[in-house]
């Protein structure tokens, strides 16, 4: 039998003592993978808000909470592309529908850079709360929205809509079905996927069609801003706010998406420490596993060492034996976390917010198991290796 | 039976403990022919053991010099390799890992050598056949007798070809008809393998079967005969 397999076969001489020191390391690993997963999902989410097409800069009211819940005069759209770097402007008017007989505008709450979403009365598989946009078909770039499976609706068009992936798989709806929005049955023309969990969980009609619907004649909530190539987003913003001074306020893109990562980062920060903290406790259980199991083993080390064992391979014998648990824990708590994730994402948010799977996540896992490991067993190997072979055989 | 010079040199050897209130050993002297078997018989707390734990380095004298194999132990730091190359221990309690097979067990001293995997399997079963053991080889040793428990001790003993072995109170946790085997078993493989056996016994009778005979009183060579 060769070093690697003594190793291996050493931790569970005492099956319970090693399942809960697996178990203990485990649930950190798990709390890593699990919040990583989905911090990480949310990350991806806001990134692929900042797509090639998608409007650099946001135009709202001044004063508004949120970018559904101000109103802009529509000839402002026209007016700001006559702003210095200004390429192309669509306004947005955004709406929720709260009930299938009922709607409101400017519920929405604070958000991104085409839509927001509440999961409403209904539950993600109701249309209640569904977030309803209004905006001109061939502007739909600026929201983000590339490609679509099936076709636009029409600029004019009183009863077509484009829906979401995550309303379509959420509420089973193909291209051609349709869906009652603000008590009025619309056909889905296409569906679209941006990437960003928000918008992909909203409706898009014609601009004109949810004035009309909520009584919001031109009206819009959100003007979307896409710049020259040459022009600089924060000079854009501070012109347009300089033109419009009192009454129209700017939000781009990267600060939103900043924002929200930002306020990640705050969550990574308290992942790792609830992590850490995870880890602790578990190492402190390897440590007291692998410090009983060399207590358990004097009389044995003794005889390694009466048979020529060095000081170094029983060291390494030992802290072989407890990254073993650790690395264990880790495949464990991963598996855990990854099947914990899917089924609690998919079961409380609908699937709007995917899991990433980014390797880092699950590399970082492993090696904060690796160094648990190792810590944990420092101590016991080195006493291990230094007991005196006499009094280790006289031990009983 | 003993083929030359002196394996064993051991000058005015002191070993105390509890901070020199215990004096093991007291200024003994001992010559120790290759090839030779030799029992050391004494009363409790004479210093039998504690002689043959310095033969077998595992632990290092006060004063004195004892040369082993041609290595002088006092002046030597890293002991592990003649312990690996020269001796094999023979404890009164088999002191087997119970958690390995009977083959593991007796694989476990040749670790520190160069041997490959499969080298190491081919030895170790060479041992436990001539221990007539190599049908349990697959066994954990809890499945065996004490006595067959002891062979597998034996075997783990000899596995590295070493010069000299040490068997403390070997049949000392067994009946005297399995010690009575397992005693000519030591004796058969000291005439068989050639290696100088050292073997420390209170019980007069497993004495008589060595070469030679060294009663320790108060950690000094008494007589020999």
């Known amino acids: ?396 | 039976m003993s083929t030359g010079g002196n394996i064993i040199e051991i000058h005015e050897l002191k070993k105390s403990y509890d901070d020199g209130k215990i004096k093991a050993l007291n200024g003994l002297n001992l010559e120790v022919k290759k090839g030779e078997f030799l029992s050391i018989m004494g009363p409790s707390g004479s210093g039998k053991s504690t002689l043959l734990n310095m033969i077998g380095a595992l632990d290092v004298a006060d004063e004195g010099t004892i040369k082993v194999a041609g290595i002088d132990l006092m002046k030597t730091k890293e002991l592990n390799e003649f312990r690996s190359q020269e001796i094999g221990f023979v404890f009164q309690m088999h002191n087997l890992i119970p958690n390995l097979t009977v083959l593991e067990n007796v694989e476990i001293p040749m670790y520190e050598t160069d041997l490959s995997s499969s080298q190491m399997r081919e030895r170790a079963m060479e041992l436990l056949k001539a221990v007539d053991l190599e049908d349990k080889a697959d066994q954990i040793p809890t499945k065996l007798s004490g006595g067959e428990r002891q062979r597998v001790a034996i075997a783990r003993a000899l596995v590295n070809r070493p010069s000299i072995i040490l068997a403390d109170e070997p049949t000392g946790s067994l009946d005297s008809k399995t010690g009575d085997v397992i005693l000519k078993l030591l004796s058969d493989l000291h005439e068989k393998e050639n290696v100088t056996l050292v073997m420390v016994t209170h019980e007069p009778y497993v004495g008589n079967m060595a070469e030679r005979i060294v009663n320790v009183l108060d950690g000094k060579i008494q007589n020999q005969k």
């Not at chain 1, 390494?316 to 914990?340: D, F, K, P, Q």
């Open chain 1, 1 to 396: 039998m060769s070093y690697l397999k003594l190793i291996l076969k050493n931790p569970f001489r005492n099956k319970t003592r090693g399942a809960l020191a697996i178990v203990g390391i485990a649930i950190g690993i798990m709390v890593i993978v699990a919040l990583g997963m989905v911090t990480g999902g949310l990350k991806e989410s806001t990134t692929s808000t900042l797509k090639a097409g998608a409007a650099e800069i946001n135009v709202m009211q001044t004063g508004s909470s949120s970018m559904g819940s101000g109103r802009v005069n529509e000839s402002r759209v026209t007016e700001l592309q006559n702003i210095s770097g200004v390429k192309e402007t669509a306004g947005l008017l955004k709406a929720t529908n709260t009930s299938t007989s009922g709607s409101s505008v400017g519920t929405s709450s604070t958000g991104t850079t085409s839509g927001t979403t509440s999961m409403g009365s209904g539950g993600p598989n109701s249309l209640g709360g569904l977030s309803v946009t209004g905006m001109d078909p061939g502007k739909l770039s600026l929201a983000g929205i590339e490609n679509v499976t099936g076709s636009l609706y029409s600029a004019t068009s009183e009863n077509q809509v484009i829906i979401g992936k995550t309303v379509s798989t959420n509420l089973n709806k193909s291209v051609g079905d349709t869906v009652n929005l603000f008590g009025k049955d619309f056909t889905i023309t296409g569906i679209f996927e941006t990437g960003n969990f928000m918008t992909d969980a909203g409706v898009f009609m014609s601009l004109t069609t949810l004035q009309n619907l909520t009584s919001n004649n031109n009206t819009v909530s959100t003007i979307a801003v896409k710049i020259n190539q040459d022009a600089n987003t924060t000079e854009v913003s501070k012109s347009i706010e300089t033109s419009y001074p009192n009454e129209l306020s700017t939000t781009s893109a990267e600060a939103i998406a900043g924002r929200m990562n930002s306020a990640l980062s705050t969550i990574d920060a308290a992942t790792w420490a609830i992590s850490l903290l995870a880890i602790v406790i578990g190492g402190v259980g390897v440590i007291n596993t692998m410090i009983m199991s060399v207590f358990e083993r004097t009389r044995e080390i003794g005889v390694l060492k009466a048979v020529g064992w060095k000081e170094r391979r029983i060291l390494g014998m030992i802290l072989g034996e407890s990254v073993v648990l650790t690395l264990i824990a880790a495949v464990v708590g991963t598996i855990v976390a990854v099947v914990g994730v899917v089924v609690l994402l998919s079961l409380s948010f609908g699937g709007t917010i995917e899991p990433s799977f980014a390797p880092g996540i699950f590399l970082e896992a492993f090696v904060v198991a690796f160094v648990v490991g190792i810590i944990g067993g420092l101590y016991p190997a080195y006493r291990a290796s230094r007991l005196s072979p006499t009094e280790a055989l006289r031990y009983e």
